[in-house]
């Protein structure tokens, strides 16, 4: 619902650039075509495929950390999509609308709180679980026939979750990014027109 992922991969740049061009651009080209997997794994990948340094789950917590320092307020802070919030104003108490997600979920439910926006959701899920355990999680809690879901994301993560929960998917595409999903798949540049994939 927020323009952050140019502020993730900028923090990936920040983040390793003390080791050379080399690396970082191998680091930004993984995370671009890899968005919405865990920044965890991706620091434990980067460090132990790129700069051969297997990382003490210690250090792992270090270096994610300050990750998070890199990003967390930026997404705050960061626009909206166009159309996010007039579609979640629009639809509110009329659909029951989850986030999921692969930040942290402490992270994750501390950025939706700070933009405003935890009226709008009835749950809010990040990592460490993955997506098609919590999409399962809430179709088994709540009942909800999947023939009636609609998953939105911008990364092939979301697609992949969505094809292994038999959900109908809808690819966000930002501006001036490399558009990741399949060939056919159904995408939008923005969410203006989201109401009309929903029935709104």
Known sequence: MAESADIKTDAFRELYGEFGEDVVARCVAH???HAGISRVHKIELYHQEYLGEK????A???WTKRYSELVENKVVSAPAVSGAVDFLDATQGQLKLYVISGTPQDE???IVAARGWSGYFEE???SPRLKPQIIEDIVARTGVDKKRVLFVGDAMTDYDAARDTSLAFLGRVAPHHEDVFPQG????SDLL?????VGG
Request: overall charge neutral.
């Open 108 to 110: 994750l439910c501390r």
């Open 31 to 33: 995370h671009e075509h």
């Open 60 to 62: 792992l917590a270090v």
């Open 55 to 58: 990382l003490s789950p210690e």
């Open 185 to 188: 798949t159904k995408t939008v």
């Open 193 to 197: 027109s989201l109401q009309t994939f």
């Open 124 to 126: 809010v899920h990040g």
